[in-house]
């Protein structure tokens, strides 16, 4: 029984010292850990161009920038140097947006910033374009609102004013508050 003692024992001091050497080894390796910063899109696209359709087949709105990043754990979307082309229900003639930036969020509202215009294809139109700081599209709806301050061009005017709420659908156009409008002087 000594003898059987003896080897258990020794079998037994073996496994321990293999067991703690394997951990000792464990203890040394160095854990790299690949994370991602939150702040880092998951995608990004360079002179991105996109057309969405409605249900029936009709297209609703266009989009083409320089870069898209997305972001999928939040949903959203970031433009540098968008160019938009919305296109009314109705068939009417499209309007076209640009800015320097935009921001889509999963409300479907584009966010569009810093130099934005609004132009339409529409030679006729009593606007023809729309300036601003910033820009609100709802892209569902075809609204486009604005707080701040606007410039309107039209064939024979300038106008200044803010608190916009345009529907491209219907081109209803509303100015909250308006401060100035130039007329342009024709020759007799």
């Known amino acids: 029984m000594n003898r059987l003692h003896s080897i258990s024992t020794i079998i037994f001091i073996i496994a321990l010292s293999v067991y703690g050497y394997m951990q000792w ?24 161009s996109s057309s969405q359709y409605d249900a029936e087949g009709n ?53 569009l910033n810093d ?17 601003g700081k910033s820009l609100n599209v709802d892209l569902t709806n075809n609204i486009i609102t604005s707080e701040q301050t606007i410039l309107l061009k039209g064939k024979d005017f300038t106008m200044y004013g803010s608190g916009l709420h345009v529907d491209i ?9 308006h401060v100035q409008t130039i007329y342009k002087k024709h020759a007799s």
């Open 25 to 48: 080894q464990k203890s040394n390796e160095k854990i790299v850990q690949i994370i991602k910063p939150k702040d880092e899109p998951d995608f990004i696209a360079t002179a991105l």
């Open 59 to 111: 297209l609703t709105h266009t989009i083409y920038a320089e870069r898209m990043s997305h972001y999928l754990t939040n949903t959203e979307t970031h433009f540098q140097a968008p160019k938009y082309t919305l296109y009314p229900k109705d068939g009417s003639a499209a309007w076209n947006l640009s800015a320097n930036e935009g921001h889509l969020g999963e409300d479907n509202i584009l966010l």
């Open 115 to 131: 130099r934005v215009r609004l132009i339409s294809d529409d030679e006729t139109s009593f606007i023809s374009e729309i300036h």
């Open 169 to 177: 659908n219907t081109t209803k156009m509303n100015l909250n508050e």
